[in-house]
Structure formats: C-alpha cells, structure tokens
C-alpha cells in the first residue's frame, strides 16, 4: 500500500515536475558555475519544511526526510549542471543563456528528485528509515562534484545509494540495468609535439609537427588492437588535433588531446604508460621533443548485484515500466562511480524517448531533448527501491 501511495502522489506532482524542470531548463549553470540552481533547489527544501544543507563540497545540497520509524539510511543522487552548449531548439522552454543548455536531462534529473522528496515528506510518518537526497553539481567536468561532496559528508550515515539517468536515446517505459561495470572510466591525455617549423618549401630544414602527430594519431590506435587483451574493453581517442598554421609554414608544434575509457584498472594504468611509450618513440624516430601529461577522470561506474537485482524487482512495480532489460555495458563516463565505492548501491537508466520520434537527438547535441513522462517512471522506480530497501 506504501509503493501505491507513492504513486499516487507522483501522479499528481507530474505537471508541477514538468513545471520545474522547463524552469531548470531556461535557466542552465555551467559545472562549478552553479549559483542559483542550488539555491533554487534550497529553496524548494525549506519552503517543505525539510532539513537542507548547502555548499556541501562547493555548491552541493543535501536535504534529509526522517522517517517515522527505524530503518535504514538511502540516499538518493541527481547532477544539476548545464553543458556549453548553444540550445537550438524550438520549444518555448528552450534556455535563455546564450551558449548554455541542459543537453544531458540533468535538469529533469533535479525536478525528478524534487518531487519524489517532496513526496516522501508527505508521507514520512509511515516510512521507515532516513532518506538522503544527494543533490549534485559538476557531474559534466572532471574533477566532478560527487567526489568532494562525499568528502565532506554527503554519505555519512548512509547504508545504500541509489541513481538513475534519463536516456533520450531509449524507448519511454524501458528500464536497463547491469550488475557490475556499467560505465567507464573517462580520462584524458594531452600530448605536445615540438618540433621545427620553417619555410613549407624547404621540408629538409625542419622538423614537421604535423607529419609527426598524424604519425602518432595512427600509432595510438595499435595501443588497443595490439597491446589490450582483447576481452577487456577499451577505447583510445584523439578528439583534438591543432597546429595552427600559415598554409605556406611547416608547424613547429602540435597538440593533441584525447580520451581513453576502460573497465579494468590494470588496463587503465597500461594505457596510460602505453600512450607515453608510443608517443616517446614516435618523436624520437622523428628528433622531435614532446611533453605528455595524463589526466585520470572518474572511475568505472560498478554496481553491487543485490542492490541492483533489488531496483530490478522494484522497477517490476512501477505500471509506467513495459520492459527491463540487462544493458550492455555504456564507454560514457560518470561520477556517481564514486558513491559506488564508498557505498553499496546501483546506478540504472531511464528511457526517455519522445514519442513520435524514431532518430532522437543524442545527448550532448544542440537539440537535446527528452520524454517529460521519463521523469515520472524514474521517480517511482527510485522511490520503490528506496522505501522498499
């Protein structure tokens, strides 16, 4: 009866959510820029008479509903942060700030954990346990917000943790899930080629930065069909290659910038020595000096199997919910790794598919945009694994 009670305020918070959300939308906050979204989330706690905590690791928020008897400690997490991204959209709630939007659904994340808080407030005197709600910045941007969040006491307390991403890209009413390593590890590398530029018709008396750089975008790619076991999967990316130039001068520099993503730590520390030997004998086959500096982002993204299994179960519940299914594990990357590490928990995704469109927008894009309805399935299936942890 609790599970239908949940539901049953859900519904009836679904306009006001959408509400809140195309606020969030029009008024979008890079990472580590976040001012008013977290007050705006602040002011929503207080104005429900629920305790709230701010700055919390930066411009974090905690809020925390006690409930009326004895039980565990869950916390539930959304991100907050917006993407440098010009909207171009055409929808009346298309964001105001020029070159800022929310391409991710981390805006229908927030409003998502508003109103299921909101919910569970209500009926608090007939819930068992405390209920943490993880409100978080700089998911977009390592170093991310999740890690000093959870430094200055975000988990303490906490038995399970919990969270969900809506996914555009995925039919409305689909929940996928994955025990163990559902997202990579996402870090970044930077390379610099010195050489010696000159005259471009007299190649002979330079050492050409683009020549070796092209040498090494190509040589990198060897680092995961040929150094990598093949079982493990990784990807090694050059995502930016800039040598900027007269069309009539060869370059004297190069620099390049990329990604690796992986599962395995072992692996991860391979690439990251691989990447620096190959880029080592690349320029000294070419007399050229370099400097290489790798930057290690957020961790893979590990769920624990009983608490996955249980949103499994929970998700069973939700009627909005038409088909779950084991996912292939995503190469995207994500900070909530690092509640994984400190907590048990799981980490799930949302479908959220706009009806009538059979090529959506992926996320990211300039004309991102997601199934409002998505919000409603992810907070009951958050709210079933909560209540019934």
């Known amino acids: 009866m609790t599970v239908h009670t949940l539901f049953e305020k859900l519904d009836s918070f679904y306009s006001d959510m959408v509400e809140v959300r195309r606020f969030l939308h029009q008024n979008p906050e890079l990472s580590f820029e976040e001012k008013e979204t977290p ?48 909207d171009e959209k055409d929808v009346p709630y298309k964001s105001t700030v020029p070159n800022k939007m929310h391409a991710c659904g981390h805006d229908g994340h927030t409003s998502t954990l508003l109103h299921l808080a909101k919910a569970l407030n209500e009926m608090k005197e007939e819930l068992s346990g405390t209920y943490v709600l993880i409100h978080q910045h700089a998911e977009e941007y390592a170093p991310g917000g999740a890690k000093p969040m959870i430094e200055d006491g975000c988990l303490d307390g906490v038995d399970l943790v ?5 996914w555009a890209t995925e039919p409305l009413g689909k929940i996928q899930h994955r025990v163990g390593p559902i997202m990579a590890a996402a870090d970044r590398f930077e390379i610099t080629i010195q ?5 471009g018709a007299q190649p002979h008396k330079t050492k050409d930065a683009i ?3 092209s040498q090494l975008v190509t040589n990198l790619q060897q680092i995961v069909s040929r150094r990598v076991n093949p079982i493990d999967s990784a990807v090694v990316t050059v ?6 130039n007269a069309f009539n001068v060869i370059a004297d520099s190069a620099k390049l910038i990329g990604t690796v993503r992986t599962f395995n ?3 991860r ?3 990251e020595n691989e990447i620096e030997r190959v880029v080592k004998g690349t320029c000294l086959a070419a007399n050229c000096e370099y400097q290489y500096s790798y930057f290690r982002g957020y961790p893979a993204v590990v769920n624990h199997e009983a608490e996955m299994n249980h949103v499994v179960e929970q998700a069973e519940l939700v009627p909005e919910v038409t088909v779950i299914e084991e996912m292939e594990p995503q190469m995207g990357g994500e900070d909530f790794a690092y509640y994984l590490e400190e907590r048990k928990g799981a980490f799930f995704f949302t479908g959220a598919q706009q009806e009538g469109v059979t090529n959506p927008y992926p996320h990211h894009h300039p004309k991102f945009d997601f199934n409002e ?3 409603l399935i992810a907070a009951k299936t958050l709210g079933a694994a909560a209540i019934n942890a």
Do not use: C, W
């Not at 050489?195 to 005259?199: D, E, F, N, T």
């Not at 995502?239 to 900027?244: I, K, L, P």
């Open 39 to 86: 007050a705006f989330i602040a002011s929503f706690y207080r104005e429900l008479g629920v305790e709230v905590r701010t700055g919390v690791g930066g411009n974090g928020v905690v809020a925390r509903i006690m409930g009326g008897r004895p039980g565990k400690t869950i916390a539930l997490r959304a991100d907050f942060d917006a993407l440098p991204i010009q």
């Open 162 to 166: 919990f969270g969900t991403h809506l």
């Open 195 to 199: 050489g010696a530029g000159g005259h």
């Open 373 to 375: 309805k998505a919000m």
């Open 239 to 244: 995502g930016s290659f800039v040598a900027d």
């Open 269 to 271: 520390t391979q690439i």
């Open 265 to 267: 730590p072992d692996v």
């Open 211 to 213: 020549v070796v750089g």
